[in-house]
């Protein structure tokens, strides 16, 4: 049996995106749901499900019953970070599709400016059995987001062409997006190649300016039958197939030890489970959110879901195919680079809206399909998302 | 506190802009002079002749002693009362006051920023015009939530000439906790001089950092079909065996990617700091430093030959130098 | 003693001055503060810093503001005449630390002569200190 058009999401929201929220993470988590539900035309006690990041901070039953949410009958985290993001679509199709829930909140909140920064990386006191493996990393001084992903930035510069300026490319369509999109943090901000050039240098080959916000917010969306959701007050946002994956010699962002680092295999096989799902080809592809912790881990997501052959990424970049007009719309949102770090999730929410054809920077062309994937370096996922 | 409370406790914070700190300018307790300059140079350690040699100063192109710039706002501190009695009340310490009432009883100074217009003689005196200039939205930093307040103070000599300005800012927070109590006895504690951050040494990685200590890099052997892994697993990923031996690597190596590490900067650790995947001659990677040669110059492919070597007072780790061609 | 003052001309941006650790005693910290008629208890009783969370007494404002200036003037002359002195303040100064001042001149301004230094102060245990910049007319 294949999930495709099993289920769809029906209802999306995110808060406001800020440096401080003000509140707390369990309220912007029911803010987010509350909203979603509304978008929907359900009612609280419609829901019996929840998906979320092992890393996020509210409880599922806080959060129900923050919410007036009642009986619970499915509830399921998914680890490793930002990797998680689609996971909670993963999860909640599947308890969809068996049967086992109906109405699922896949939901994300965080303080993540104003609370616990995560570009303050692994140095403080740890306390779980990770440290085992962060210990090969720390004594010399690797132990940020940004060094674990320039490490395999360096490898793949090292085998491509043009890779420095598809990651201005990418910063930068992403940011002209934002400064079109009132809910983005950077909206009204554009920048210039001199700033971009010009900006701290984070971890070489890394500078500011590719690496994603940080920042406070929640999103939510919610996914039940395709059968309900017909009936509901938006247009369904089918599922087509969503793939999660670890690939072989796997560790949490430092996987070092395959033979090549320049790409991401975890993601190939996310990409060929959700293909092989759906029945879609990335010729049916129309536009996408591709998760944009920093610059380049997009270009090798490009190559993963076979928008282009290996190594190839920054010259379908450097065409133009990540602008309104191109190939393949992308992060119309701003993505985390410019509209909100928020797991990932806010990039649901975009996709969703690309579909429903809602995006505040919705392309001109016809989207039928649409990509929205999770954060890589770690295990990771995507799904594909069209008309039902 | 309540959104109805914030609201109310900001509006009449903000009505403490533009308000000054003295009711009319202040004057200096004591006019510029040498023996106050002579205090500060000999502190400071500033040998600058334009300060304290007179006869230096005669011929310079000034024809006279100056006082030191950074002393702008030295001259009109309060002085022992300070200590003795507390701060003496002014526009500020209402700010402030009013502050503490609200629980951001934390205060930071974070910035201060000097102009200078014409320099000070001796004989000058210095009179201080201050306001409160600015208070800043609600922030949050890592110190906590709070407030950031900006004073302006002009600095003018008894002719009303402008020898300078300082805006200082201050962050006045909700401390998130009572300070920790340090060296209870009053008796200042050795510094701790901080070091590299340690891995735990856990039943499956001990042993490595164990040999590490003792200058030596060791790689696993599977004892069954001596397959080599590194970093460290309980079972032959090959044959599930759980035997296993090492052995010592020569820590010949080629560097296959790199970093160099910037923003933020650890303490313990030396920059600038290059962190490399070293593919090792035996045929595992190891992460290490590439260190002895400029971070410009570092290239993917390039040989480098480590050695096991005491890194800071606590740690020993693989360094890794190029290889001279 | 004879005493050289920089000609704007020599002077290039990316020009880094020699380095200078300067050890921090309490002696320092102290009459630094009083040297600067700063008067607070922090800066001359242990207790009342303990009671703050440091370990001792910790350096004053004026007292750093001092030596990133002196820091720079050393470098320039006595016939250097200082136009701008900004300070950003990180960790604290304290007893038994060594602090490391840097500098690197970072933009010229030709119609006044004025060069612009950048000076960072990073002490050996808690890091940054002070970090921010002089800017002084040179002949």
Same mark, same amino acid.
């Given at each position: 049996?294949?999930?495709?058009?099993?289920?769809?999401?029906?209802?999306?929201?995110?808060?406001?995106?800020?440096?401080?929220?003000?509140?707390?993470?369990?309220?912007?988590?029911?803010?987010?749901?509350?909203?979603?539900?509304?978008?929907?035309?359900?009612?609280?006690?419609?829901?019996?499900?929840?998906?979320?990041?092992?890393?996020?901070?509210?409880?599922?039953?806080?959060?129900?019953?923050?919410?007036?949410?009642?009986?619970?009958?499915?509830?399921?985290?998914?680890?490793?970070?930002?990797?998680?993001?689609?996971?909670?679509?993963?999860?909640?199709?599947?308890?969809?599709?068996?049967?086992?829930?109906?109405?699922?909140?896949?939901?994300?909140?965080?303080?993540?400016?104003?609370?616990?920064?995560?570009?303050?990386?692994?140095?403080?006191?740890?306390?779980?059995?990770?440290?085992?493996?962060?210990?090969?990393?720390?004594?010399?001084?690797?132990?940020?987001?940004?060094?674990?992903?320039?490490?395999?930035?360096?490898?793949?510069?090292?085998?491509?062409?043009?890779?420095?300026?598809?990651?201005?490319?990418?910063?930068?369509?992403?940011?002209?997006?934002?400064?079109?999109?009132?809910?983005?943090?950077?909206?009204?901000?554009?920048?210039?190649?001199?700033?971009?050039?010009?900006?701290?240098?984070?971890?070489?080959?890394?500078?500011?300016?590719?690496?994603?916000?940080?920042?406070?917010?929640?999103?939510?969306?919610?996914?039940?039958?395709?059968?309900?959701?017909?009936? %509901?007050?938006?247009?369904?946002?089918?599922?087509?197939?969503?793939?999660?994956?670890?690939?072989?010699?796997?560790?949490?962002?430092?996987?070092?030890?395959?033979?090549?680092?320049?790409?991401?295999?975890?993601?190939?096989?996310?990409?060929?489970?959700?293909?092989?799902?759906?029945?879609?080809?990335?010729?049916?592809?129309?536009?996408?959110?591709?998760?944009?912790?920093?610059?380049?881990?997009?270009?090798?997501?490009?190559?993963?879901?076979?928008?282009?052959?290996?190594?190839?990424?920054?010259?379908?970049?450097?065409?133009?195919?990540?602008?309104?007009?191109?190939?393949?719309?992308?992060?119309?949102?701003?993505?985390? %680079?410019?509209?909100?770090?928020?797991?990932?999730?806010?990039?649901?929410?975009?996709?969703?809206?690309?579909?429903?054809?809602?995006?505040?920077?919705?392309?001109?062309?016809?989207?039928?399909?649409?990509?929205?994937?999770?954060?890589?370096?770690?295990?990771?996922?995507?799904?594909?998302?069209?008309?039902? | 506190?309540?959104?109805?409370?914030?609201?109310?406790?900001?509006?009449?914070?903000?009505?403490?802009?533009?308000?000054?700190?003295?009711?009319?300018?202040?004057?200096?307790?004591?006019?510029?002079?040498?023996?106050?300059?002579?205090?500060?140079?000999?502190?400071?350690?500033?040998?600058?002749?334009?300060?304290?040699?007179?006869?230096?100063?005669?011929?310079?192109?000034?024809?006279?002693?100056?006082?030191?710039?950074?002393?702008?706002?030295?001259?009109?501190?309060?002085?022992?009362?300070?200590?003795?009695?507390?701060?003496?009340?002014?526009?500020?310490?209402?700010?402030?006051?009013?502050?503490?009432?609200?629980?951001?009883?934390?205060?930071?100074?974070?910035?201060?920023?000097?102009?200078?217009?014409?320099?000070?003689?001796?004989?000058?005196?210095?009179?201080?015009?201050?306001?409160?200039?600015?208070?800043?939205?609600? #922030?949050?930093?890592?110190?906590?939530?709070?407030?950031?307040?900006?004073?302006?103070?002009?600095?003018?000599?008894?002719?009303?000439?402008?020898?300078?300005?300082?805006?200082?800012?201050?962050?006045?927070?909700?401390?998130?906790?009572?300070?920790?109590?340090?060296?209870?006895?009053?008796?200042?504690?050795?510094?701790?001089?901080?070091?590299?951050?340690?891995?735990?040494?856990?039943?499956?990685?001990?042993?490595?950092?164990?040999?590490?200590?003792?200058?030596?890099?060791?790689?696993?052997?599977?004892?069954?079909?001596?397959?080599?892994?590194?970093?460290?697993?309980?079972?032959?990923?090959?044959?599930?065996?759980?035997?296993?031996?090492?052995?010592?690597?020569?820590?010949?190596?080629?560097?296959?990617?790199?970093?160099?590490?910037?923003?933020?900067?650890?303490?313990?650790?030396?920059?600038?700091?290059?962190?490399?995947?070293?593919?090792?001659?035996?045929?595992?990677?190891?992460?290490?430093?590439?260190?002895?040669?400029?971070?410009?110059?570092? #290239?993917?492919?390039?040989?480098?030959?480590?050695?096991?070597?005491?890194?800071?007072?606590?740690?020993?780790?693989?360094?890794?130098?190029?290889?001279?061609? | 003693?004879?005493?050289?003052?920089?000609?704007?001309?020599?002077?290039?941006?990316?020009?880094?001055?020699?380095?200078?650790?300067?050890?921090?005693?309490?002696?320092?910290?102290?009459?630094?503060?009083?040297?600067?008629?700063?008067?607070?208890?922090?800066?001359?009783?242990?207790?009342?810093?303990?009671?703050?969370?440091?370990?001792?007494?910790?350096?004053?404002?004026?007292?750093?503001?001092?030596?990133?200036?002196?820091?720079?003037?050393?470098?320039?002359?006595?016939?250097?005449?200082?136009?701008?002195?900004?300070?950003?303040?990180?960790?604290?100064?304290?007893?038994?630390?060594?602090?490391?001042?840097?500098?690197?001149?970072?933009?010229?301004?030709?119609?006044?002569?004025?060069?612009?230094?950048?000076?960072?102060?990073?002490?050996?245990?808690?890091?940054?200190?002070?970090?921010?910049?002089?800017?002084?007319?040179?002949?």
């Amino acid at each position: 049996m294949s999930i495709c058009d099993k289920t769809a999401i029906v209802g999306i929201a995110n808060t406001e995106f800020s440096k401080n929220s003000g509140r707390s993470e369990l309220q912007l988590a029911a803010e987010a749901t509350r909203d979603a539900l509304a978008d929907a035309g359900l009612k609280p006690s419609d829901v019996d499900g929840m998906t979320t990041f092992t890393m996020d901070n509210t409880d599922e039953i806080e959060l129900a019953r923050a919410v007036g949410i009642g009986d619970l009958r499915f509830y399921s985290r998914v680890p490793h970070g930002g990797g998680a993001a689609t996971g909670l679509i993963h999860q909640a199709v599947m308890a969809v599709a068996s049967g086992m829930a109906e109405c699922i909140v896949c939901y994300r909140s965080l303080n993540g400016r104003s609370g616990h920064r995560y570009s303050s990386g692994v140095s403080g006191p740890l306390l779980t059995a990770d440290a085992i493996h962060w210990g090969w990393y720390t004594p010399y001084g690797l132990m940020t987001p940004a060094s674990w992903v320039a490490m395999y930035s360096q490898r793949y510069m090292h085998l491509t062409e043009q890779c420095q300026e598809a990651m201005f490319e990418i910063a930068h369509v992403q940011r002209e997006y934002a400064a079109k999109n009132p809910a983005a943090l950077f909206y009204e901000q554009p920048f210039t190649l001199d700033d971009y050039e010009n900006a701290k240098r984070i971890v070489s080959p890394l500078k500011l300016l590719d690496c994603c916000l940080e920042s406070d917010g929640g999103s939510a969306v919610i996914i039940t039958t395709a059968e309900r959701a017909k009936d %509901l007050k938006h247009k369904p946002v089918a599922i087509k197939g969503v793939g999660q994956a670890a690939a072989a010699n796997m560790e949490s962002m430092t996987s070092f030890y395959r033979p090549e680092i320049a790409a991401i295999p975890s993601m190939d096989i996310a990409a060929r489970e959700a293909y092989q799902q759906s029945g879609l080809t990335p010729d049916d592809i129309d536009a996408a959110v591709i998760y944009d912790a920093f610059t380049p881990i997009v270009l090798w997501q490009l190559e993963s879901w076979g928008f282009c052959e290996s190594y190839k990424a920054p010259q379908f970049v450097l065409d133009g195919a990540l602008r309104s007009d191109g190939r393949l719309p992308t992060n119309t949102h701003g993505g985390q %680079l410019s509209e909100a770090y928020i797991h990932g999730v806010n990039g649901i929410v975009e996709a969703a809206k690309l579909v429903r054809g809602s995006s505040v920077n919705q392309p001109a062309k016809h989207i039928e399909n649409v990509l929205v994937t999770s954060g890589v370096g770690v295990p990771t996922g995507g799904a594909l998302l069209g008309s039902l | 506190m309540t959104p109805e409370e914030r609201q109310a406790f900001e509006e009449e914070l903000y009505t403490f802009v533009g308000r000054p700190l003295h009711p009319e300018p202040k004057r200096s307790y004591d006019a510029v002079n040498e023996a106050m300059i002579r205090h500060w140079a000999e502190v400071m350690g500033d040998k600058n002749p334009a300060y304290t040699n007179a006869e230096w100063a005669a011929s310079s192109r000034r024809g006279e002693l100056i006082a030191p710039p950074a002393m702008m706002y030295a001259w009109n501190q309060e002085g022992y009362a300070v200590a003795a009695e507390g701060r003496p009340s002014d526009g500020l310490s209402d700010l402030v006051a009013y502050f503490d009432q609200h629980g951001f009883t934390g205060s930071l100074g974070t910035n201060v920023d000097q102009e200078f217009f014409a320099e000070a003689k001796i004989g000058d005196a210095l009179f201080e015009d201050a306001i409160i200039e600015e208070i800043s939205e609600q #922030k949050v930093t890592a110190r906590g939530r709070g407030y950031f307040l900006q004073t302006l103070a002009k600095f003018t000599n008894q002719s009303g000439e402008l020898i300078g300005t300082q805006r200082f800012r201050v962050f006045k927070f909700i401390p998130p906790e009572a300070p920790p109590k340090a060296a209870a006895s009053g008796a200042s504690e050795e510094l701790e001089v901080p070091t590299r951050i340690h891995a735990p040494r856990g039943q499956d990685n001990g042993w490595w950092w164990d040999a590490c200590d003792e200058g030596k890099v060791l790689i696993q052997r599977c004892k069954n079909c001596q397959t080599l892994r590194h970093p460290p697993r309980p079972m032959c990923g090959e044959c599930q065996s759980t035997d296993w031996d090492s052995v010592q690597s020569t820590l010949d190596g080629e560097i296959f990617s790199f970093v160099e590490m910037h923003y933020p900067k650890f303490p313990g650790y030396k920059y600038p700091l290059i962190v490399a995947v070293i593919s090792l001659a035996e045929g595992t990677r190891i992460i290490s430093n590439v260190v002895g040669i400029d971070s410009q110059d570092v #290239k993917i492919g390039m040989k480098v030959k480590g050695k096991v070597e005491q890194v800071d007072e606590k740690t020993m780790l693989p360094q890794f130098y190029p290889v001279e061609a | 003693m004879d005493y050289q003052t920089l000609k704007y001309a020599d002077v290039s941006v990316g020009d880094k001055l020699a380095a200078l650790d300067i050890d921090i005693s309490s002696s320092l910290i102290s009459c630094g503060a009083l040297a600067t008629r700063d008067f607070e208890p922090c800066h001359h009783v242990p207790k009342v810093a303990q009671d703050m969370g440091l370990p001792d007494v910790f350096m004053n404002i004026l007292t750093s503001q001092a030596l990133m200036a002196r820091f720079v003037t050393d470098w320039s002359g006595p016939e250097a005449v200082m136009k701008a002195l900004k300070v950003k303040l990180g960790a604290p100064n304290v007893p038994g630390m060594v602090m490391t001042v840097t500098g690197e001149v970072s933009e010229k301004d030709d119609d006044n002569r004025v060069v612009t230094v950048n000076v960072t102060g990073e002490n050996n245990i808690w890091g940054m200190h002070m970090e921010g910049s002089v800017s002084v007319q040179l002949l």
